[in-house]
C-alpha cells in the first residue's frame, strides 16, 4: 500500500522541479514500501554500513537463512560466532547486540514512534551504540513514511543528485551535502519522495528496508 500522499507528493514535486519531473514520469508505477518490521528496518541499515549494495545484500540473505524470524528473541539467543560468521564484522556483532537490548530494556519503543516527532524519534535511535543519523533516517523513510526526510548523510543520494542535476562539485563532503540541502528547499514538504525517485533511479529494483 502506497503511503497515503504519495500522489499529491508527486504532482507537487513535478511542478517545482522539472528534473525531477522526468524521474517521476519514468518511475511512477513504483512507491516507497518497507519491510513493515522496525527492527528489521534497523537491521538492513547497520549491515549496509560501509559496504556496497552487493555485499550487504549478500550478508542479509546469510542472516535470514539462520534466523528462524527477524525478532527482537530470536536475534538475542543467536551466539555471536554464527552472527560474525555470516558476515557481520564483530563491531557490527556488537552493534546488533546493542540493539536488541535496546528493545529490550524498553530504550527503544517502536509502538510510541506514531506519536513522536521526527526529531524525538532520531533523538531515541541515535541513543543506540553503532545507530546514527542515517540509520534513523532510513527508519523514517522506510518505516514511518514519514514525508519530508533529507537523509544528507547518504552518499549515493548526494552523488547521484550531483550528477543528476550537473552541479559542479564544491569539494568538501560539507560543502556538497549543503548544496543538496538548499535545493531541496524546492522539495519541501515531500522530501522523501523527491529522495526517494533519486535512489530509484539509481538501482533497477526498488529499495526496501
Not at 19 to 35: F, K
Not at 51 to 64: F, G, H, M
Not at 79 to 87: I, K, N, Q, S, Y
Request: glycine share 6%.
Amino acid at each position: 500500500m502506497e503511503p497515503h500522499y504519495w500522489n499529491e507528493a508527486c504532482s507537487a514535486l513535478e511542478t517545482a522541479d522539472p528534473v525531477l519531473a522526468g524521474l517521476i514520469r519514468e518511475h511512477r508505477r513504483d512507491v516507497l514500501r518497507g519491510s513493515g518490521n522496525p527492527l528489521q528496518t534497523i537491521l538492513n541499515a547497520i549491515v549496509g554500513q560501509q559496504i556496497s549494495v552487493a555485499a550487504a545484500e549478500s550478508i542479509w540473505k546469510r542472516l535470514l537463512a539462520v534466523l528462524p524470524e527477524v525478532s527482537v528473541s530470536a536475534l538475542a539467543s543467536m551466539d555471536p560466532e554464527t552472527l560474525r560468521a555470516v558476515g557481520l564484522s564483530w563491531r557490527k556483532v556488537e552493534y546488533v547486540q546493542e540493539i536488541c537490548r535496546s528493545f529490550q530494556d524498553g530504550t527503544v519503543q517502536p509502538e510510541r514512534w506514531p506519536t513522536m516527532s521526527d526529531l524525538q524519534i532520531r533523538s531515541e535511535l541515535c541513543s543506540i551504540r553503532g545507530v546514527g543519523p542515517w540509520t534513523a533516517d532510513m527508519v523514517l523513510i522506510f518505516h514511518l513514511q514519514r514525508p519530508d526526510v533529507l537523509p544528507l548523510e547518504d552518499i549515493g543520494l548526494i552523488n547521484a543528485a550531483f550528477n543528476l542535476y550537473g552541479w559542479d562539485d564544491p569539494g568538501s563532503p560539507k560543502a556538497r551535502r549543503q548544496t543538496v540541502a538548499d535545493h531541496a528547499r524546492l522539495w519541501t514538504p515531500w522530501r522523501t519522495v523527491a529522495t526517494w525517485y533519486i535512489w530509484r533511479d539509481l538501482d533497477a529494483d526498488p529499495v526496501i528496508y
